[in-house]
């Protein structure tokens, strides 16, 4: 039997490498996997312990940090609620980064910008 899911935003599937950085803790190396306008999946955190209402920020391949907080963990695998909503345009480029890096590209904004 499928179960049906209603989500408050629409959730992307993505695959790009990520820091998790934790006051006073070691940084943690993940793989967004769904991004949504205000929260992100990290999976393969290793095992480092993460408690719902940890303070984090998440560091994108493009050096872009997002403050969040994390909603749940378990099996190396976070969720996080973005302190500020991304706007549709920053989505659509994390997005277009990750359609980039899975097709091969090199990750490099100059690339897109003709230089």
Known sequence: M???TI?????YATRLPVQL???????????LIELSQHGARISNLGGGKYEA????????PT????????RWA???IAG???DKPLHLPEIKDLLE??????SGEPAEDNLRYGT
Do not use: F
């Not at 209402?53 to 994108?60: F, K, L, N, W």
């Not at 050096?63 to 994390?70: A, H, V």
């Open 63 to 70: 050096d872009e940090e997002l403050p969040g907080t994390i």
């Open 74 to 76: 378990h099996d190396g």
């Open 80 to 82: 996080v609620r973005l």
């Open 21 to 31: 950085r934790r006051a006073q803790r070691k940084d943690a190396t993940g793989l």
């Open 7 to 11: 989500r408050a935003h629409k959730r």
């Open 97 to 102: 980064l990750n359609a980039r890096t899975q």
């Open 53 to 60: 209402g940890d303070a984090v920020t998440i560091t994108t």
């Open 2 to 4: 499928s179960v049906l």
